[in-house]
Each structure stands twice: as structure tokens, then as C-alpha cells.
């Protein structure tokens, strides 16, 4: 660990680090451009020119480019350094326009700071200066190449980082040119970064531009709720509404970047349609009158038909407070098991994660990121969680082979081996690799779980890949991703196995769980007692349920029947709705109370490695003054009342509304002693064991070699299907039109060809959708998107085998659109 | 649309490439040969055909001197405009090809002979001024000897049609 | 200032098999001693000797760097990892400079088995020649003679039974200066955009594909097969001066009577190459400056006329050899025009990746322009050299190459420029 001086105070770094990165440890900020953290040194703007006094390389340095040494000693305020960093801040702006006042950079703008504090106020270049045209690239990212220093992060970024080739430069000398062959929307899920990156105003927010400073934001530090990984965000909202989100540097989970989906995801909580006042029976009325309906009505069916009679169904995407507070009332009034599952594999499968995931296994995002070796069982990176997609792409791009096991065309921005197998074989591959792990003996005397599964190993009926069999061999830091959509705890529990086999033979060893929802690790925990919503149907249709309380839950959108969902709805006496979006089940409430955001009243968050984040309201919320409109803002009335400002934090309004005396929600949430607050990135890994959930480690042994059965999945994807983002009018170009993506074999079986139309007799009666044929995917699997105009809820099931002739060619009839059902009531 | 032998004989010689992009230029090169220039059909191909994207093309077709992204004559004069060049009469021999050819430098001739264009040193300082012609060498040049080039490349254009129509 | 001794006869080495018009042929390559150093060391003693005899000989590179030649070699780790590439740098591309262009015209297997030589010394197994697109009928010598010499057997596999393959491609740039520095040309040959990458690592350790890569001028390639047959000592002994070693291919050009390349002693006086090989001064006029060795050296002033061409000599005055193409100015001159238009050249072939050398170049250019035509101001004097001194921190070596002749220009010819600012234009420029 070296020793220097710099400014005459002395630090010590590791060895390797730049000098620009130990200033930036003492405090000192030497100016950069091209440098970047995640990025690193290319030496390209020589603005971070320092002094070297003493060292091996003397004189007027770039401190990005140059390692640290013992005893070197470093002036930043040297006048030759000074001198440099002012004339290379001239040269940068002698192209630059003056358009400060109306960019959108302004504010926030590092050339703008570089330019202020350098000293850099008259122009003494006479030339004139060099214009570019400007290209459109898609609704979300505004282009003014004008604005462009050329300190080329932004292709470093789209093109090294994160692994995409439509941005580019070109030209040479002082016209190269940052932007795409021709204009159109940039293919990258992962382009918005650039606007954070960009250290000008070359690449802006398009849908907040021209809407405030900055300054004028009311900003705060929030996360993701777009996905189970959780990244840091921060929002900022003016006129009661969220203008924009940008990354927030979270070292253990995203680092400096998020994804598309959880940059544009947003408008859902400005939309119009959102439905502020609470209702009964169809008519408005006051959240105090709702909320005293609803108690009423509760009671009234307790009093009828016993207390067991009531059920509460939250989901995976609400907060850890309102999930408490489900668990709460239930528990508090007697009422059956709260509910936080539509489907009874995915209760299974979190549980199964949560309670395997040990804290001496668990990676975080970045730690996924300096795996050797990854395997990845049963999952879909960029369509599950986009972010983990990139993690894969670091990893990759150290050097670690990646293996995909899944039965889906999946597509990564790297280069990897897929394996595309059906996901019943899942279980027995992961099992076939153990095999190729190494020596089994070694772990024999690991814990008692790794025995047994060692115990049981057969001849693997599915060989492993000789490539991943190679890798494994050889790998110390491997890593296991698993999961928990389209898989069963069988697979679930054998990727925890193995992780743990490997860990038993003394490499580092880890695994890393996608969940659904941003909260599912949370539901898992709050729930520990919960059934799914599947397996208590049965009692709504038998009459013996007659009034369900949906708390940022929809049932009726998201179920994967529809017809039975919308049956046994109906058959109810009484159902609630809690929530800030106007979904069907809102729509069909006897009492609807709204909810509010994240951005307005935060919340407790658990992401799928178990991290606990914390994070409070940005603003008051309210509906947006660009909706109330015409010219109302500021009131020249006082009001006490901010319009549409009823709505309060579900879990709050679920007390209000409980017949029984139940606890401030805020207090249901006992969090471990040392979690950070403040930072709310602690990360933490809340008590599993309380789950006791094992998971039966048994496959459907040979059921995907049944040739008369096919099995059907309905898949994330990345836009388009999570239920806050789709609702993006940003990001809907971005989703690809529903298909029914199937393997040329079996397309070539029914016969079909590309872009047929393939009719499903499911369990939820038949759908049609236009059907893509794919090589890189498994035989004898239909993979459908969880897409709004897919009609997916007639499947019955999100996982499901339907026999062969279930399905067959449809023929196009007038207008093929698919039906998509309006709500019952 | 890249007639089929000479796409077969890029795919051939990319084939036997350990890294295809090494021949970049290379298939540009060709590419540029048969369009004219690299237009942009030809920026599409050749990233097709070297399994990069067209900005990956574009990237590299926009930094080379010899790479040409919009149409140029069927000649393309280089003059050079380098030192040396430049103090043997660089200036009197662009004079004498612009008011000849009546076009300003950058410019193509209406019968899209010839496109006139400055360039770096060329290395030829020994023989100054001088000037390339679809990248061969013209040295020692006066404008007696401008006009002789030019004339004899109208010539071998009006010969090479005849040919190729008849 | 004509020299009062006869033309003297100096050893033709790297020319010896030069023809006015033709190239020399295989045979002739071979009568005169060729393909022997080959076949007397492939296989034959330790590879490290040979590269001793490379240090001893001090043979400095030829592209304009002088790194020595023997040293890089060594460079090359025993242990590297395998393939190993041999690029011969003919990109030439630095105003002024033709020397490779007359080399590879006069004797293309005197480079094909310099390349031989030097990748056997590296264990090197590809060579790839780059070179400049206006050198197209170079190119197809190379690629016709490489041929040749493949049939012959000194190139392919297990040359002259020896065990020893290696073959060579010739490799055309899409033309541009930058292609000419060491790593650039390595981005070049990748099919990547040619900015330069700043070592470490060198590219005698991670070079063309992440894969060791020695890369050599020309004309250093064209010395390694004398070197090897005739020794370090003999080699040595060609130099006029103590310093210096072999013979170097000088390129003369501008306002001199006879322009052309010629093979002299390394340590010849200036004013020798001038007066007995370039024919004189043109039109009687008198010799102001030259650049003594391409674009990127300072104007070497008429104080200097008689200065010995090594390395080491022009070093003591504030300049470098480069590439040795001296470009001659008389009195008439004005070097204030003539480095505007050095500028251009700089400012056209930057390639855009520093802010130094981007921005810079335009910007001295500008400056230029304008003093030379009129529109100077006392203040530009001290912009210039703020301007110089900060170009120098640029990423790699374009830049300080670039700014060379506008220092020696502030330098030296400082009155020339306040005579433009207060004259309100070029004195030198005839009034018409
Ligand atoms: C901007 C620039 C252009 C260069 N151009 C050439 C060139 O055209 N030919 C050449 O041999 N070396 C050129 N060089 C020098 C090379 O970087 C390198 O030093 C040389 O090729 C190494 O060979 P040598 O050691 O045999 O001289 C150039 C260097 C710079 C910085
Ligand atoms: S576009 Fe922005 S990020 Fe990219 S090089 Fe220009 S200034 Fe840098
Ligand atoms: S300056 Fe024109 S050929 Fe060299």
C-alpha cells in the first residue's frame, strides 16, 4: 500500500489505484471529463492535469492516467497544472454553444461547473464555431451535438459497458460525431444512462426537458420498484408531479446505473387516469367515509358469516409496511390468512429462495459482477431484471464464462452459451452439473443438506455442456443465478444446493435469486403463514369467503384465469380496493380507496438478495398542476387542501378500515437493529430460518420428453409486462407486439411459419396470438409475454403442459385484434 | 446490390481471417470499387458481411482520407497540399484544375468524371507538385501536363464506355 | 556557400541494388549477398546473440522515434505467449518523408528479409506490412515479391529447413497520418478506429490481439540483414560521427536543385547533402532553414548549416533527426506562412481523441492565418506559446510532433512574426 502527498497531505491507497482516485479520497476533487469510475481512465480530455513534484514521471501529469507510487508527491494547484486545466476548459468551450439558459444540462452540467470555477470567462478564439445536425434518437433521449466535448463516455459507455452497437463515432479531428448511423431510437434497455453520464448537455431526459432546473425539483433519494433488484434511484417531481429519475450511485447494488424501465418507468404515478377519490359503490366521497363503508361492510360480513369469511390479498409489488399491515389486520380481526400470491408456484418458489438463501451464499449485484464463472438457471436477465443483465456483461467482460439453462430465446448483451432446455429438465441439469463441480468427496462432509443431495446423484439423465463442465472445474468464484418465475422449488432448491456444494469445496461460491415484484423477498417475510390467492379460490366459489380486501393488488388484471377470477369475484359480497392505479380490480370495488406512490409517502423495500432500503417521500403528491390546469398555479385562493392529496400510504388506510383495533402500521415493521436508515442501503439479511420452507428437490423426471404434452409459459419481458412501467407512454415503443415465440420444430409440426396466427385451448380457454419462430429456444415450449394484449389470462396458469392438440393454426377472421375483457362489474 | 461473385469472394477471403475485422478496410476498399463510393447499401453489406454494426462501419469509414461516404466522380483528383506541394505551386495548380474542370475543390464534374478533393502529403516531395488520380501518382506537374492527364483520362473513360455498351 | 572539396564516394548499403527505374530481382537481391544472413542464422545460434549484435550495432529506429531497435526485441519476454506479430511500419506518412517509398522500389527482399530476420529474433510467426494507401503500386511489389520469396523458400513454413515459419501479409491503410504511431496502427490492423492507446502495456507485450507485436520503420527492417551478415562493429563504423551508427536514407526536398532520396553516412554534414547530392540551393538563392527530419521537428536555422545529421548532434541544438526528410527554405520564404501550412496538415489528420491536439491545432492554425494575412495582434505571440507549451501534455506523440515547428518558430523567427502583426501582413509576400 503506497504512500503519497498529495496537496501536503499524505494518504494511503492501495497499490494500482490513479492518482486522480486518491485525491478523491482526501477530498480533492481534480476536474475529469473522460475519466469515470465505472468506466475508468482512457486519457482523452486532459483536463485532470496535476503536478508531479516527486515520482518516477516529473512534471505536468494526468492524474487518471498515472498509478500511485511510494512517496510521490502531487500538486493540484500548481500554476503549470492550473494553467493546463484552464486551457484545456477553453478549448472545450471553444466549440461550445452558449445556450446555458435554455439547456437542460444547466445546473447540473460539469462543463458548466469546469467552466465557472476554472475562470474561464471571455473568449479569445476568433474562429468560428463548428455545428453539427442533431439526430432523433426515439422519444426518451433529446440529442444536441453541439453541446458534445468529445470525451467519449458516451460510446465508451454504450459500447465497452454495456454491450451495445448502434452508437458510434465518427469522423476525425475536431468533427467526431457521437450518435447512431442513422436517426431512430437507440436499441439499448440501458441507453438512459447516457443522460447521466454525458458531462454536457449532449443527451437529455426528452419527456422532462424544458419542465424545471434542477434546482427547481423537489429531489430525493428513492429506489426502483420496477424489479426485484432495486436499484438506487433519485426522483424529482415539480407541480405535484415526477418529472424525471437518474441513477443514484448505490455501490453494492446497481453501482452508477439503472435500466430503461426504471428510468421511464414512472408516469404511472401522473397519469390522469389515476384515481384520486376514494368511492363507494361507484360514487366519489371522501377517504373518511370510504374508510367508514368499508369497516362497516367488513364487520357486517364477519357478523354474517364468521370472520374467516374476510380475506386480505396484497402483492409482491406494495412496500414492507402495507405488507405487515395485511398480515396485521388479518391476524387482528381474525380473518383468514393474509394473502399476498394470485399463484400458488410463485408463494412456493419465493419461499423457497428466501429460506434458502443463507447469508454466507448470497451475492449482491456487484459481487455477481466478479464471479469467474456464471451459470444461470431458469432465468431471463434482461427481461426479469435488466440490471442483472449488465452485471453479467462485467463479469463477462473480466473474463467468466456465462451459462444460460432456460427454455426461452434469451438474449444478453454479451456473448454466452445458452442451453435451451425444457424447463422440466431444469432440475435434473442443474443436477448433471454437480458432477462437473468437481470432487464430491470434499463436500461429503459439508452440511447435511449438501449430503444427501450429493447422496442422490444417479446418472444424470440431461449431460451437461463439456463447456460448463470445463468451466466449473476450474472456477473459484462461481456463481449461481436462479430464477423464481418461470421455475419450480425443485430447481430453486437444487441452485441453492449447489452453490453450497461448491462453497463446501472451498471456493467462493454464491448465489443470486430474481424474484417477482420489487417486494417479493418482503411477502415472503411478512407472510410467513400466507397461501396464494389460487389456493383459497376454491372457498370463494364455494361461498364460503365473501369479502376480500385487494391492497395494491389485481386480481382480476393479473390472475392468470380470467374467467374464473372474474367468476368468483362476482360471486363475492364485497370487495376493496386499495391502490394508486386504476386497475380492473379498482374498477370493480364496492369501496375503492386511493393509495399513493413511493414518490409521495416511500417505503420499506426488500430486494431479492434480502437488502432492506428505506426510503421516504420525494414530494407531497397530489394531482398534477398540468392536470388541474388552467392557470390555477400558484392559487390565489388559500387551501389547505391539495387537490387529490386524500390519498395516504395503504397500509395507513388499512387501519382506518379494520374493524378490530390494529397497531400504526409504521410499527409492524421491526427492522434489524443496525439497518441504516439514512442510507438506506444496508444491506441485511432478514432471519430466514422463520420461513422453514424446504423445498422437495424431486423433477418431474422425463415429463419433458413426453412427446404428447407441450408446456406453455407466460414470461416478463422487458417492456411491456410489469404492471408499473407498461404503463409508460415512453416505453411502449419499446415493447415488441405479443407473439407466441415456438421452436421451428414444432412450428413446422402444426405447420406454421412466421407470423401464423396459433390458436391455445388452455385452462383458461383459448387465446390467439401471431406466432415467432425461434431456433434459440427449447422444443415442445410455447412461451407467451405477460403482455396486456396477449390475452394470456385465459391460460390457467402462468406455468403450465397442455396436450399437443391444444393447439392448432387459426385462421386470420375480419379483425384479429385480441379480446381484451372489460371488468365484470 | 452486391453482385454474387463478389460477394462470394469477400466471404471467401473473410472466411479465412482469424478476425474478420481485421479486413474492414479491405472489404470497404472493394465495396467502394464496385458502388463508386461506399454508399450507404454498401456500409449495410459490408457490416453484414464482417458481422458488425453499420456505426461500426461508419466509425472507421469516416476516419480514412480514402474512404468516401458520398458519391464521387469516376476520377477523383487528389491534389496535394502539403508543404512542399504547397510552396512548388499548389495553389496555381488547384487554381488551374478548378477553372478547368469548372468545379471548387470538394466538387464533382456535372458528367461526373471527375471529383477534385486536397490531400495530405502524399510522399512524393521529391517530385512536387503533385497530385494523385484515383490514387496513382502524377508528379512534377505543370499545367501542360495537367491538361495532357486530363484529356487522356476523358479519353480512356470515353473508350472504356464504348466498350462496355458495345 | 558551395563547398570547396570534391563529391565524395560513401558506401551504398541500403541502396546498393538501386535501378533508376526498376526493382531489383530476387537474383540480384541474392548476388549481392541477399537471403545469406538468413540462411546462415535461422536455426543456426541462439536467437539472443542476434539481438545482441541488433543492441551492439545501436541500430536506432528509422520511423522518427529512434528507440533502438535491439532493445525492443529484448522487450519481448522469453515467456510471452504465442503468436507473435511483426508489423513493418510503411505508413510513411510524415510530410516531407519518402525514403520507404524509394526502398521498397529499389529492393523489396532486402525488407522481406529484414522482416524474416526480425521475427525470427522475436519468434514472431506473422508479419503484416501497413502501409499508405497512395503507395499502391509499393504494395503490389510486396505482395508479388513476398510471393517470389515464398516460393523461393524464405518465407512459409519451415524456412530453409530450418524449422522456422513465418509468412508476411501486406495490409493497405485507409490513409491517415495518425495510422503511423505504433499503437494506433495497431487499432488500424483490428479493424478499430486508429486512436492511438497509450502504453503501458507496450506492444511488445499486449499488441495486435492482445498478442506480443514488435513494430519496425522500413528502413530499421532494411539494416538488420547487413547488420547480421557484416556485424555491429562494421555497421558502427559506417557513421561519420562517434555517436552515430550506419548509413541513413536522407530525403531532400524543397527549394534545392536536385530533390531526391540518397543513402549518406549518419553524421553527414548538412550542408553536404545540400550542395553535393540535392545539386545546391535553387536559383541561387540562399538557404534560411530546413526542417531537418519531417514535419513534427523545429526549423533547423542556416547557423546550423553545417551540422553533422546523427541523432545526438541535432539533439544538442534543440531538434531531431526524425525521419531525416530535410526540407529546404531560402530567403524568400516566409515561415510564418509555411508553418500555417504545416498546420493544416496537423490540424486535418488529428484524430480526435485528446483535447490537447483536437482543439489545438485548429486553434494554432487559426492563430497563424491570421498574422500571416493581416490580422495579427501583439497578443497572439503569447497565445502561440501558451498554446505550445500546453499541446505538449496531449495524449501521444502527434501533438508535441506538431507543435515542433511552431516552438522553433517562435523561437527563433519571433521578429519575422511581430514584422507580420505590425506590418499588418507578409513581408515576404511579393506586392503585385
Ligand atoms: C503521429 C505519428 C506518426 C508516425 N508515423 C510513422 C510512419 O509513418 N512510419 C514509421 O515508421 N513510423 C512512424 N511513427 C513512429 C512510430 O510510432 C514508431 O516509432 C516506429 O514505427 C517504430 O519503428 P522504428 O523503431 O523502427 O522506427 C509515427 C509516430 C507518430 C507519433
Ligand atoms: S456526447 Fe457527451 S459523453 Fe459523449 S463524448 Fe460528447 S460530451 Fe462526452
Ligand atoms: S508535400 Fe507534396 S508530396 Fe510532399
New interface residues.
Given amino acids: 500500500m503506497p504512500t503519497l502527498t498529495i496537496d501536503n497531505r499524505r494518504i494511503e491507497v492501495p497499490e494500482g489505484t490513479k492518482v486522480i482516485e486518491a485525491a478523491e479520497a482526501l477530498g480533492i476533487m481534480i476536474p475529469r471529463f473522460c475519466y469515470h469510475r465505472a468506466l475508468g481512465s482512457v486519457?482523452?480530455?486532459?483536463?485532470c492535469?496535476v503536478k508531479i513534484v516527486d515520482g518516477t514521471r516529473k512534471g505536468?501529469q494526468?492524474s487518471c492516467?498515472l498509478d500511485v507510487e511510494e512517496g510521490m508527491v502531487v500538486s493540484t494547484d500548481d500554476p503549470e497544472a492550473v494553467?493546463?486545466r484552464r486551457?484545456?476548459i477553453e478549448?472545450?468551450m471553444?466549440?461550445h454553444p452558449h445556450d446555458c439558459p435554455v439547456c437542460d444540462e444547466g445546473g447540473h452540467c460539469l462543463l458548466q461547473d469546469m467552466t465557472v470555477s476554472g475562470g474561464h470567462g471571455l473568449r479569445?478564439?476568433?474562429?468560428n464555431k463548428r455545428t453539427h445536425l442533431d439526430q432523433y434518437l426515439g422519444p426518451r433521449i433529446q440529442h444536441e451535438m453541439n453541446r458534445c466535448?468529445?470525451c467519449?463516455r458516451c460510446v465508451r459507455y454504450y459500447r465497452e459497458f454495456s454491450g451495445y452497437?448502434?452508437?458510434?463515432?465518427?469522423?476525425?479531428?475536431?468533427?467526431?460525431?457521437f450518435?447512431?448511423?442513422?436517426e431512430g431510437t437507440l436499441e439499448n434497455p440501458f441507453s438512459g444512462n447516457l443522460i447521466d453520464i454525458c458531462p454536457t448537455g449532449v443527451f437529455t431526459d426528452k419527456p422532462a426537458r424544458y419542465f424545471g432546473r434542477r434546482w427547481d425539483l423537489q429531489r430525493g433519494p428513492s429506489v426502483c420498484i420496477h424489479c426485484s433488484l432495486g436499484c438506487s434511484v433519485t426522483v424529482g417531481a415539480r407541480y405535484r408531479e415526477v418529472a424525471r429519475v437518474e441513477a443514484r450511485y448505490a455501490k453494492a447494488v446497481n453501482g452508477h446505473f439503472i435500466c430503461d424501465r426504471g428510468r421511464w418507468g414512472f408516469p404511472y404515478t401522473n397519469e390522469a387516469s389515476r384515481p384520486r377519490a376514494a368511492r363507494v359503490d361507484g360514487e366519489a366521497t371522501t377517504v373518511g367515509e370510504a374508510c367508514a363503508a368499508a369497516r362497516n361492510r367488513l364487520l357486517h360480513v364477519a357478523e354474517t358469516a364468521g370472520s374467516e369469511a374476510v380475506a386480505c390479498l396484497g402483492s409482491e409489488r406494495a412496500g414492507l409496511e402495507t405488507l405487515k399491515a395485511v398480515a396485521g389486520i388479518c391476524r387482528a380481526n381474525g380473518w383468514a390468512d393474509p394473502l399476498f400470491w394470485l399463484e400458488r408456484r410463485a408463494r412456493e418458489n419465493v419461499a423457497a429462495a428466501v429460506s434458502l438463501l443463507g447469508d454466507d451464499l448470497v451475492l449482491s449485484l456487484r459481487e455477481l459482477e466478479a464471479a469467474d464463472c456464471v451459470l444461470v438457471f431458469g432465468a431471463d436477465p434482461l427481461g426479469e431484471a435488466p440490471m442483472a443483465a449488465l452485471a453479467l456483461r462485467q463479469a463477462r467482460r473480466q473474463g467468466a464464462p456465462v451459462f444460460v439453462f432456460d427454455p426461452r430465446p434469451v438474449e444478453l448483451p454479451l456473448d454466452f452459451h445458452h442451453v435451451p432446455l425444457a424447463i422440466e429438465d431444469l432440475p435434473e441439469c442443474i443436477r448433471s452439473l454437480v458432477g462437473a463441480a468437481g470432487d464430491r468427496e470434499t463436500a461429503r462432509g459439508a452440511d447435511p443438506t449438501v449430503r444427501s443431495f450429493t447422496d442422490q446423484l444417479a446418472e444424470p439423465s440431461v449431460p451437461p455442456p463439456p463447456e460448463a463442465v470445463a468451466a466449473l472445474r476450474t472456477s473459484r468464484r462461481p456463481a449461481v443465478v436462479c430464477g423464481t418465475d418461470v421455475t419450480d422449488a425443485a430447481a430453486i432448491g437444487l441452485a441453492a444446493d449447489f452453490a453450497a456444494l461448491m462453497k463446501a469445496q472451498g471456493r467462493r461460491a454464491g448465489l443470486f435469486y430474481l424474484m417477482p415484484g420489487a417486494n417479493g423477498f418482503g411477502a415472503a417475510l411478512a407472510g410467513t403463514e400466507a397461501a396464494s390467492l389460487e389456493e383459497l379460490l376454491p372457498r370463494i366459489e364455494g361461498g364460503e369467503i365473501r369479502a376480500l380486501v385487494a391492497v395494491e393488488a389485481d386480481p382480476l388484471g393479473l390472475y392468470p384465469d380470467r374467467g374464473r377470477i372474474e367468476a368468483a369475484m362476482r360471486k363475492l359480497d364485497l370487495l376493496v380496493v386499495l391502490d394508486y392505479l386504476d386497475t380492473d380490480s379498482a374498477a370493480a370495488a364496492d369501496v375503492f380507496l386511493p393509495s399513493t406512490t413511493v414518490f409521495e409517502t416511500g417505503g420499506t423495500w426488500i430486494n431479492q438478495e434480502g437488502r432492506i432500503q428505506i426510503v421516504r417521500g420525494a414530494h407531497r403528491g397530489g394531482i398534477p398542476v398540468s392536470q388541474t390546469g388552467g392557470g390555477g398555479h400558484p392559487p390565489r385562493v388559500f387551501m389547505e387542501e391539495v387537490p387529490g392529496g386524500q390519498a395516504a400510504a395503504s397500509g395507513q388506510t388499512l387501519t382506518r378500515l379494520s374493524p378490530a383495533e390494529v397497531k400504526g402500521a409504521s410499527e409492524w415493521v421491526r427492522l434489524p437493529p443496525d439497518t441504516d436508515k439514512q442510507s438506506g442501503t444496508r444491506a441485511v439479511l432478514p432471519d430466514p430460518s422463520a420461513l422453514r420452507f424446504a423445498p422437495e428437490r424431486t423433477a418431474l423426471s422425463g415429463a419433458a420428453g413426453d412427446e404428447a404434452m407441450l408446456t406453455v409459459i407466460a414470461v416478463d419481458r422487458t417492456f411491456g409486462t410489469e404492471v408499473l412501467s407498461s404503463r409508460s407512454p415512453w416505453l411502449s415503443a419499446e415493447e415488441t407486439a405479443p407473439t407466441v415465440w415456438m421452436h421451428p420444430e414444432e412450428a413446422g409440426r402444426v405447420p406454421l411459419s412466421d407470423g401464423d396466427l396459433l390458436e391455445i385451448d388452455a385452462g383458461g380457454g383459448s387465446l390467439v396470438l401471431p406466432v415467432k419462430i425461434v431456433e434459440n429456444m427449447a422444443r415442445r415450449t410455447l412461451v407467451i409475454p405477460r403482455h396486456r394484449d396477449a390475452a394470456w389470462q385465459r391460460l390457467g396458469a402462468t406455468r403450465l403442459r397442455i396436450e399437443r392438440d391444444c393447439i392448432r393454426k387459426a385462421q386470420p377472421v375480419g379483425e384479429n385484434a385480441p379480446v381484451k375483457e372489460s371488468p365484470p362489474r | 446490390m452486391l453482385p454474387a461473385d463478389l460477394r462470394e469472394k469477400l466471404e471467401r477471403t473473410i472466411e479465412t481471417a482469424d478476425h474478420p475485422r481485421e479486413l474492414a478496410v479491405d472489404v470497404m476498399m472493394a465495396l467502394q470499387e464496385h458502388y463508386g463510393h461506399l454508399s450507404d447499401e454498401a456500409v449495410a453489406e459490408a457490416a453484414q458481411l464482417l458481422d458488425m454494426s453499420e456505426v461500426e462501419i461508419d466509425e472507421l469509414a469516416t476516419f480514412y482520407t480514402f474512404i468516401y461516404r458520398e458519391p464521387v466522380g469516376r476520377y477523383v483528383i487528389h491534389v496535394c497540399d502539403s508543404l512542399i506541394c504547397w510552396m512548388d505551386g499548389y495553389e496555381k495548380l488547384r487554381d488551374h484544375l478548378a477553372r478547368k474542370l469548372n468545379i471548387a475543390m470538394g466538387g464533382t464534374t456535372d458528367d461526373g468524371l471527375f471529383t477534385l478533393l486536397p490531400v495530405c502529403c502524399v510522399g512524393y516531395c521529391d517530385r512536387s507538385p503533385a497530385m494523385l488520380v484515383n490514387r496513382r501518382v502524377h508528379g512534377n506537374l505543370t499545367p501542360e501536363k495537367v491538361d495532357a492527364i486530363l484529356d487522356g483520362l476523358r479519353e480512356s473513360a470515353r473508350s472504356a464506355d464504348e466498350t462496355s455498351s458495345g | 556557400m558551395m563547398s570547396a572539396t570534391p563529391k565524395k564516394e560513401y558506401p551504398q548499403v541500403l541502396l546498393a541494388n538501386r535501378h533508376p527505374d526498376r526493382i531489383a530481382t530476387l537474383e540480384e537481391y541474392r548476388s549481392s549477398g541477399g537471403y545469406r544472413a538468413l540462411a546462415d542464422t535461422l536455426g543456426a545460434g541462439p536467437q539472443d546473440s542476434l539481438k545482441e549484435t541488433i543492441a551492439a550495432a545501436v541500430l536506432l529506429g528509422r520511423g522518427g522515434a529512434a528507440f533502438p531497435a535491439g532493445v525492443k526485441l529484448k522487450t519481448v519476454a522469453d515467456d510471452a505467449p504465442f503468436p507473435r506479430f511483426l508489423i513493418c511500419n510503411a505508413d510513411e506518412m510524415e510530410p516531407g518523408t519518402f525514403k520507404d517509398r524509394v526502398l521498397i522500389h529499389a529492393d523489396p527482399h532486402q525488407l522481406i528479409e529484414g522482416m524474416a530476420l526480425t521475427a525470427y529474433m522475436a519468434s514472431a510467426e506473422k508479419g503484416i506490412i501497413f502501409i499508405r494507401p497512395e503507395y499502391e503500386s509499393a504494395a503490389r511489389i510486396l505482395e508479388r515479391e513476398v510471393g517470389i520469396a515464398r516460393e523461393a523458400g524464405y518465407l512459409g513454413e519451415n524456412i530453409l529447413d530450418s524449422g522456422f515459419s513465418f509468412d508476411i501479409d501486406v495490409h493497405r491503410s485507409g490513409g491517415r497520418y495518425i495510422c503511423g504511431e505504433v499503437t494506433a496502427q495497431i487499432n488500424a490492423l483490428m479493424g478499430k478506429r486508429p486512436n492511438p492507446a497509450q502504453p503501458p502495456p507496450y506492444p511488445t507485450e499486449k499488441g495486435l490481439w492482445g498478442l506480443p507485436t514488435v513494430v519496425n520503420n522500413v528502413e530499421t527492417l532494411c539494416c538488420v540483414p547487413h547488420i547480421l551478415r557484416n556485424g555491429a562493429d562494421w555497421f558502427q563504423s559506417l557513421a561519420l560521427t562517434e555517436s552515430g551508427a550506419g548509413t541513413k536514407l536522407y530525403g531532400v526536398s524543397g527549394r534545392v536543385n536536385r530533390p531526391g532520396c540518397f543513402e549518406l553516412p549518419i553524421g553527414i554534414p548538412l550542408s553536404e547533402i545540400i550542395e553535393d547530392y540535392a545539386g545546391g540551393m535553387r536559383d541561387g538563392r540562399r538557404f534560411k532553414a530546413c526542417l531537418p527530419g519531417g514535419a513534427s521537428t523545429g526549423f533547423l536555422p542556416v547557423e546550423h548549416y553545417h551540422i553533422a545529421m546523427d541523432f545526438d548532434s541535432l539533439k544538442s541544438v534543440g531538434n531531431r533527426l526524425g525521419t531525416a526528410a530535410i526540407m529546404v527554405f531560402d530567403e524568400t520564404d516566409c515561415l510564418v506562412a509555411a508553418t500555417w501550412n504545416l498546420l493544416e496538415f496537423f490540424a486535418r489528420e488529428s484524430c480526435g481523441w485528446c483535447t490537447p491536439c483536437r482543439e489545438g491545432f485548429p486553434y494554432l492554425r487559426d492563430l497563424l492565418w491570421r498574422i500571416e494575412n493581416g490580422q495579427g495582434e501583439p497578443e497572439m505571440i503569447g497565445a502561440l506559446r501558451e498554446l505550445c507549451r500546453d499541446m505538449s501534455y496531449a495524449y501521444c506523440a502527434f501533438s508535441p510532433g506538431g507543435i515542433a515547428p511552431v516552438e522553433s518558430l517562435l523561437d527563433l523567427y519571433e521578429e519575422e512574426i511581430v514584422a507580420h502583426i505590425e506590418g499588418k501582413g507578409c513581408p515576404f509576400r511579393k506586392r503585385s
Fill in positions: 486519457g482523452a480530455c486532459r483536463v492535469a505536468v494526468m492516467m494553467a493546463m486551457h484545456v478549448w472545450l471553444l466549440h479569445r478564439y476568433l474562429g466535448i468529445q467519449y452497437r448502434d452508437l458510434g463515432v465518427t469522423g476525425i479531428g475536431n468533427r467526431v460525431y450518435g447512431r448511423e442513422r
